[in-house]
């Protein structure tokens, strides 16, 4: 659930900037629908969308390229949230 524009820093260098969320799409429903050997699989691709809001990660790209190790310490950069009025 991070912000459009955070950016990670891992201590060997790297830096991944966050886009967006992947939303779900019927292509990937329907995808998935077929490999489930679904009887119905516009159903199951048309239904994979609401189901699969916010459970499909971040668009993310690589703003300093390099390499990451598992365990490796990381420091988060959030950019600052507006709270506007209606």
Not at 41 to 48: D, H, K, P, S, V
Request: one cysteine or more; proline letters at 6%.
């Amino acid at each position: 659930m991070l912000p459009s524009g955070t950016l990670l820093f891992f201590r060997g260098g790297v830096t991944i900037k966050v886009d967006a969320q992947n939303g779900p799409c019927r292509l990937a429903g329907r995808s998935i629908a077929e490999n489930a050997g679904m009887a119905d699989r516009e159903a199951g691709a048309l239904a994979f969308p609401k189901a699969a809001k916010r459970l499909r990660g971040l668009v993310a790209w690589v703003e300093k390229p390099g390499r990451m190790t598992t365990g490796e310490e990381i420091s988060v950069r959030v950019p600052e949230q507006w709270i506007y009025r209606s």
